[in-house]
């Protein structure tokens, strides 16, 4: 099955999953400096997406904007990955595509371990894009362990490309961060993406 029909009752009972939702999860982080690139970028295209409010333009505008400038900031550290299949275990059901993948390897031509941030666009609806975001860092989790990687947290966020919504998975546990960011604060987004992928080493 793809990962956009998992439910949370399904992945509790399929992979003993528990979830947390009370943990804000990066109150700790302190801001960073956007590129002055991507602080363009919203100032010319953060109205038209709004305006033209569908789910393409706000990934294209707004979403693939912030992950691109993240990519070129890390260019020695990360690599970023849009709408590739990412198919891991087809008897979970754990395959399907993904809108975004970033990694914590330089390596471009083929997604490389660890993959560590799967972000999830959705249109309007945070919540309703959890169950997929889950189910993908499931997979991620095992996609690094069969690459030899050890266990170490995995991240992902749904967002709107207005609200972002971050997620972290460790041990069996799904954290789903208690605190929501908007693309108004694109300098907290920056900051808890370079902490996630840079910061908490493996």
């Keep these: 099955m793809p990962y956009s029909d998992f ?42 997406s709004l305006n033209l409010n569908t789910e393409k333009a706000r990934s294209e505008l707004i979403i693939a904007p912030m992950l691109t400038e993240f990519k070129l900031l890390y260019s020695d550290k990360v690599s970023l990955f849009s709408g590739i299949e990412f198919d891991v275990d087809d008897a979970a059901g754990l395959r399907g595509r993904c809108d975004y993948i970033l990694s914590r390897s330089p390596e471009q031509l083929a997604l490389t371990a660890p993959v560590c941030v799967l972000v999830e666009a959705k249109n309007e609806n ?48 799904a954290y789903v961060d208690s605190a929501e960011y908007t693309i108004y604060m694109p300098m907290k987004i920056f900051a808890i993406l370079t902490h996630i992928v840079i910061n908490d080493r493996i």
């Design 7 to 48: 439910t949370i009752p399904e992945l509790k009972k399929r992979f003993g999953l528990s979830i947390n939702e009370e943990t804000n999860l990066f109150n700790h982080i302190a801001e960073v400096e956007i590129p002055a690139t991507l602080a363009d970028i919203l100032r010319r295209w953060l109205s038209l």
């Design 126 to 173: 945070i919540v309703a894009g959890i169950p997929q975001c889950l189910a993908e860092m499931l997979a991620a989790a095992k996609f690094n362990q069969s690459e030899g990687i050890p266990p170490f947290p995995v991240y992902g966020a749904v967002t709107t490309g207005i609200l972002w919504r971050f997620l972290k998975m460790c041990e069996g546990i």
